[in-house]
């Protein structure tokens, strides 16, 4: 028996007749987080947790067709008990639970182990099939601990401010900002991107505090800004815009900086691997705690996760999706305006 099936759209339950992240339009989409790739625009009617409803609103538009839960409150759709269950990902993000006849589903969307600070942490839901990420899907991934990451991190700028040097941070606009804020809240005056701005004001509506912030502005003073920290989307690394920053290091935070040969490490003066996604040994314990039966393993590296839990006694096959990558250094900001 199974809830899911994989199609065209996306990830469909038909019992229930809706689908969990759809990269394509859809009459009924349950959403697990509001980053782009997996809440699409031009579905008719959307369920997500409810710190995602004004984010989504200021990425697919005010006027789109939304629903909310709180964490762990269900719902019966054609007869699915549907609810939803922290990811730890980002603020608002969510595992999708789905129960028929005794039989639950859950699809996780993109999941975190480590408590950051400022998402809800993962909760272990128990079920029979489940559908992970595997974004850091290689034993080669393991995280340092928050406490140290950040450790390192405030060293970082430490040194710089003894050089009187600006300390800009390359983070995705929705969720490694936020976390940055939050881990560096007190160190010195922190300064956003117009788009990490615009979010932050959606989530801060939902009812989550965030740090105080100031608007970072291209034109703005040197003095302003010398000593102090910036925060800018990975879609101004390498452009001149970066570079009107006065005696500016710059650092990128990124699941991908733990190897020093990623894509476009030259173009930083740091790399922090800072990252919203489960590490290789967080990715294991998580499925093995859901005891599933059957585990579907999406984007990232789903051959060898795939691979690896079919060996040790859980059975395991790969699923093709559209899901993109949020922690990569250069991706595109797709709503950075």
């Given amino acids: 028996m199974s809830l899911l099936s994989f199609t065209n759209k996306g990830i469909y339950c038909a019992k229930g007749d809706f689908y969990i992240d759809p990269w394509l339009p859809v009459d009924n989409a349950i959403i697990t987080h509001a980053h782009g790739d997996h809440a699409k625009w031009g579905c008719k009617h959307y369920l997500a947790h409810e710190v995602s409803k004004p984010v989504m609103q200021a990425r697919l538009g ?3 067709s939304i629903e909310t839960l ?11 008990k549907l609810s939803l269950h922290p990811a ?33 942490p993962l909760e272990i839901v ?7 990420e595997s974004t850091f899907g290689l034993p080669i991934y393991n995280w340092l601990s928050q406490r ?34 939050k881990g560096l809240e007190g ?35 040197k003095a302003d800004v010398q000593g102090n920290i910036v925060i800018l989307p990975p879609s101004l690394l390498g452009t001149n815009v970066i570079k009107r920053i006065p005696n500016g290091a710059i650092a990128i935070c ?32 998580t499925v093995k705690a859901t005891g599933a039966e059957q585990v579907f393993v999406t984007h990232g590296y789903t051959a060898t996760f795939s691979k690896y839990l079919n ?19 250069g991706a595109k900001e797709e709503e950075a305006t």
């Fill in 126 to 132: 128990k079920c029979n099939e489940f559908v992970t």
């Fill in 254 to 285: 990124s699941g991908w900086m733990q190897v020093r040969g990623s894509r476009r490490w030259q173009s930083a003066d740091a790399g922090f691997a800072v990252s919203d996604h489960a590490d290789w040994q967080g990715l294991l314990n």
């Fill in 311 to 329: 060996e040790i006694g859980i059975s395991a096959r790969e699923v093709a999706t559209q899901y993109g990558n949020d922690e990569e250094a």
């Fill in 62 to 64: 005010a006027d789109i």
């Fill in 148 to 181: 140290q990451i950040f450790s390192n991190i405030r060293n970082w700028i430490s040194g710089n401010q003894h050089n009187q040097r600006t300390s800009i941070f390359i983070a995705y606009s929705l969720g490694k900002a936020q976390r940055l804020m």
């Fill in 187 to 221: 160190v010195a005056p922190i300064f956003v991107h117009s788009s990490i701005d615009r979010l932050n004001k959606a989530i801060e509506s939902a009812g989550i505090r965030l740090p105080e912030t100031k608007l970072w502005l291209a034109d703005m003073p």
């Fill in 70 to 80: 709180p964490y762990g409150e269900s719902k019966i759709i054609n007869g699915v």
């Fill in 88 to 120: 730890g990902h980002i603020v608002g993000s969510a595992q999708v639970r789905l129960e028929h006849s005794g039989f639950v589903s859950v699809a996780s969307g993109d999941y975190k182990v480590e408590h950051d600070g400022i998402s809800t």
